[in-house]
T-cell receptor, first 113, second 113 residues
């Protein structure tokens, strides 16, 4: 079984540009989560999809971040425009059912210059 | 709100030494507790979990017991190996209608031969 896959593994962009991160969950997993870890801080929850619907987006920092999961399969997280404080590692996780353990991808390291 | 506090690292141990990484939490209700591990260059992997008071999670020689009276979930291993070198994260899921994970800052463990 393939695990959670994230693209790209590393992205370097300039402040003010746009970046889109992608996450492919484990096949059949309805629940998809985004987290991020900025330098020196805890891993923080961003949002949770159940299929294509946003179940909980309480962790989204501001309206520069847009997450989508059209069709309930893969998800994208777009940052527009990127700011310096957005640098960090963005993790995606998925679980089959609510309450089941979350399986994480390797993360996307985002560097804003 | 929910929070997780774990001992600051880095921790350096000799091979076959005893390991303890402390973790305490604050949460509403009856959370589920987790330890995740991140090996160099990889994503987060679930190491073990416990879902109710006095449960003991175990995996790969690691153990942690859910102690409600002390709100703790300390990670232990009797004899560490070089291959255990990684960053360890304590996390909780409150389950009170929310499925997001709340993480500690992580503890980097280095095991030397």
């Amino acid at each position: 079984e393939a695990g959670v896959t994230q693209f790209p593994s590393h992205s370097v962009i300039e402040k003010g540009q746009t970046v889109t991160l992608r996450c492919d969950p484990i096949s059949g997993h309805d629940n998809l989560y985004w987290y991020r870890r900025v330098m020196g801080k805890e891993i923080k929850f961003l949002l949770h999809f159940v299929k294509e619907s946003k179940q909980d987006e309480s962790g989204m920092p501001n309206n520069r971040f847009l997450a989508e999961r059209t069709g309930g399969t893969y998800s994208t997280l777009k940052v527009q425009p990127a700011e310096l404080e957005d640098s960090g590692v963005y993790f995606c996780a998925s679980s089959q059912d609510l309450g089941q353990p979350q399986h994480f991808g390797d993360g996307t390291r985002l560097s804003i210059l | 709100g929910n929070s997780v506090t774990q001992m600051e690292g880095p921790v350096t141990l000799s091979e076959e030494a005893f390991l303890t990484i402390n973790c305490t939490y604050t949460a509403t209700g009856y959370p589920s507790l987790f330890w995740y591990v991140q090996y160099p260059g990889e994503g987060l992997q679930l190491l073990l979990k416990a879902t109710k008071a006095d449960d003991k999670g175990s995996n790969k020689g690691f153990e942690a017991t859910y102690r409600k009276e002390t709100t703790s979930f300390h990670l232990e291993k009797g004899s560490v190996q070089v291959s255990d070198s990684a960053v360890y994260f304590c996390a909780l899921r409150s389950g009170a209608g929310s499925y997001q994970l709340t993480f500690g800052k992580g503890t980097k463990l280095s095991v030397i031969p």
